[in-house]
């Protein structure tokens, strides 16, 4: 029983540290989350947005949302989409 039991704590220690490898060698699609600087300017894309709408309506504001976001993505490298 305690050879069963070593056996299986060699194989969840092997599962989980080939899990926790692969999860921190790529972010995958959320590698821009640790880029501060593209995380500040899409914050006040957002919050320039949101004045615009309580200004001039909710069209403006999705499209100075858009523009300022697109702004951030050609300035800090990522596709311009």
Do not use: E
Not at 26 to 42: E, L
């Amino acid at each position: 029983m305690t050879s069963f039991r070593t056996g299986l704590f060699a194989i969840a220690t092997a599962a989980i540290s080939t899990v926790v490898s692969v999860s921190t060698a790529s972010a995958g699609p959320y590698d821009w989350m640790s880029n501060k600087p593209y995380v500040a300017c899409v914050q006040q894309a957002y919050s320039h947005g949101q004045v615009i709408t309580q200004l001039y309506g909710h069209t403006a504001g999705v499209i100075a949302y858009n523009r300022d976001r697109r702004a951030c993505n050609r300035a800090n490298g990522y596709p311009d989409a």
